[in-house]
């Protein structure tokens, strides 16, 4: 129900805006976010969002990123500037609905130095 796209390689410094549709008439989620995987690291949360607007960043992407929502249109996308080496990791979407966690499938980002 969860379709992430916009990822790809782009150098330091650049910028990458990754964006997820929701699939399902009744599918309103009351938070949707971005998770990342690093090779050989855990997975984290980098920003989330609840279908009022509020926000919340992970120290190593705030003043960096901005999630958005358009609640309408069931998606979510995140702006990433600046990007560094470090940022390189799959993305993936991530919608709370009700307790009921859903995923979708992730997007590469690589970020060459």
């Known amino acids: 129900q969860l379709q992430a796209s916009g990822g790809g390689l782009v150098q330091a410094g650049g910028s990458l805006r990754l964006s997820c549709a929701a699939s399902g008439s009744d599918f309103s989620p009351n938070v949707m976010a971005w998770y990342r995987q690093a090779p050989g690291k855990r997975r984290e949360v980098v920003a989330t969002?609840?279908?009022?607007?509020?926000?919340v960043y992970a120290d190593s992407v705030k003043g960096r990123s901005t999630i958005s929502r358009d609640t309408a249109k069931k998606t979510v996308s995140l702006q990433m500037n600046s990007l560094k080496p470090e940022d390189t990791a799959v993305y993936y979407c991530?919608?709370?609905?009700?307790?009921?966690?859903?995923w979708g499938r992730g997007t590469l980002v690589t970020v060459s130095s």
């Open positions: 991530n919608a709370n609905l009700m307790g009921s966690i859903y």
């Open positions: 969002i609840t279908r009022s607007g509020n926000t």
